[in-house]
């Protein structure tokens, strides 16, 4: 069973960065595209960005483009999602999640969730 | 982008109550489409798959159909424990959108 394990909440200001981290467990982490969702307070569900550990690539949703940077360390099994240029408006649950094979998009599991808040 | 609605926005239903949810798609997405589950401070939970497939250990009350741009979602008996909001969400294309949500509480 897989299970996906996120840091912990984080308050930053308006300009700077921040990094949430994704370990999973239980299963070939390489192979297995991994993606980052957002969710706003009291909003509905964005997809960010993922990444295919083994292959390095990544693919960001074109609001985020030039903000967003997903990476990944296959030793730790660990996935990263650098969000910089941080706006009020990144206040929001981010979330990693993953598909099944041959259904990457289809995020059978989840992340706890981080909570990022954006404050002055 | 595909753009993805969802009717209702919210719907009161009591236990026991057949429920059904639309959601429809921009362009044609085939049967590229999943449906979650979220309850309040959780992270959504996958209950369908490519359109009317069942994810592991979600009760058979749930389905799915449709194909395109139309689809619908059926709780075909409401139970205490669905009280929670509803989620479409299409992967045909980069990137793998989500509708608005209906969310389904207790009348």
């Known amino acids: 069973q897989v299970h996906l394990v996120q840091s912990g909440a984080e308050v930053k200001k308006p300009g700077s960065s921040v990094k949430v981290s994704c370990k999973a467990s239980?299963?070939?982490?390489?192979?297995?595209?991994m993606s980052w969702v957002r969710q706003a307070p009291g909003q509905g569900l964005e997809w960010v960005g993922r990444?295919?550990?083994?292959?390095?690539?990544?693919n960001y949703a074109q609001k985020f483009q030039g903000r967003v940077t997903i990476t990944a360390d296959e030793s730790t099994s660990t996935a990263y999602m650098e969000l910089s240029s941080l706006r009020f408006e990144d206040t929001a649950v981010y979330y990693c999640?993953?598909?099944?094979?041959?259904?990457?998009?289809?995020?059978?599991?989840w992340g706890q969730g981080t909570l990022v808040t954006v404050s002055s | 982008d595909i753009q993805m609605t969802q009717s209702p926005s919210s719907l009161s239903a009591s236990v026991g109550d057949r429920v059904t949810i639309t959601c429809q798609a921009s362009?044609?997405?085939?049967?590229?489409l999943n449906w979650y589950q979220q309850k309040p401070g959780k992270a959504p939970n996958l209950l369908i798959y490519d359109a009317f497939n069942l994810a592991t250990g979600v009760p058979s009350r749930f389905s799915g159909s449709g194909s395109g741009t139309d689809f619908n979602f059926t709780i075909s008996s409401l139970q205490p424990e669905d009280f929670a909001t509803y989620y479409c969400q299409q992967y045909q294309n980069l990137p793998p959108g989500f509708g608005p949500g209906t969310k389904v509480d207790i009348k």
């Open positions: 999640a993953r598909g099944e094979s041959g259904h990457e998009f289809s995020f059978h599991y």
């Open positions: 990444i295919i550990p083994m292959f390095g690539l990544a």
């Open positions: 362009h044609d997405i085939r049967n590229s």
């Open positions: 239980g299963g070939t982490f390489s192979s297995y595209s």
